[in-house]
């Protein structure tokens, strides 16, 4: 009986640098588009808390016939008989997508109270990922 040599399997060099150079193509190609996905993610974020913290303030005026002088008067008994509280479901105010907190004013300056973040900068007005977002447009 004649022994077979099996010739070892693997792959050559230039094979795995054409594999690599495909993966650059495709991460330099389809990065960018993740990146820019990302940021208006974290954009409709602050929109959709922005709406929770404005309802929020919303019951809070029906109980207390007031808007909150802050937004931790959504979370802490300010005294009053009809406070129903917290009006947030966890018990804190949450930051902006950026780690900022949301601004708020009340009286407002677009209505009976303004809440906005400034976006990713954290500075009034800029475009895109630095846009600020409000619940007043």
């Given at each position: 009986?004649?022994?077979?040599?099996?010739?070892?399997?693997?792959?050559?060099?230039?094979?795995?640098?054409?594999?690599?150079?495909?993966?650059?193509?495709?991460?330099?190609?389809?990065?960018?588009?993740?990146?820019?996905?990302?940021?208006?993610?974290?954009?409709?974020?602050?929109?959709?808390?922005?709406?929770?913290?404005?309802?929020?303030?919303?019951?809070?005026?029906?109980?207390?016939?007031?808007?909150?002088?802050s937004l931790e008067?959504?979370?802490?008994?300010?005294?009053?008989?009809?406070?129903?509280?917290?009006?947030?479901?966890?018990?804190?105010?949450?930051?902006?997508?950026?780690?900022?907190?949301?601004?708020?004013?009340?009286?407002?300056?677009?209505?009976?109270?303004?809440?906005?973040?400034?976006?990713?900068?954290?500075a009034a007005g800029?475009?895109?990922?630095?846009?600020?977002?409000?619940?007043?447009?």
């Amino acid at each position: 009986m004649r022994s077979k040599r099996n010739p070892q399997k693997g792959f050559t060099l230039i094979e795995l640098l054409v594999v690599l150079a495909i993966l650059a193509l495709l991460a330099g190609v389809v990065g960018p588009q993740v990146f820019k996905a990302l940021g208006g993610a974290q954009s409709r974020t602050a929109k959709v808390q922005i709406e929770d913290l404005s309802a929020a303030v919303e019951m809070y005026y029906l109980d207390m016939g007031k808007h909150p002088s802050s937004l931790e008067g959504l979370i802490s008994d300010p005294g009053g008989a009809n406070w129903n509280g917290p009006y947030l479901s966890k018990n804190k105010v949450p930051l902006d997508p950026w780690g900022n907190a949301y601004q708020y004013k009340s009286p407002g300056d677009h209505g009976a109270f303004d809440i906005y973040s400034l976006g990713s900068d954290n500075a009034a007005g800029g475009s895109g990922d630095a846009a600020d977002v409000n619940n007043w447009e």
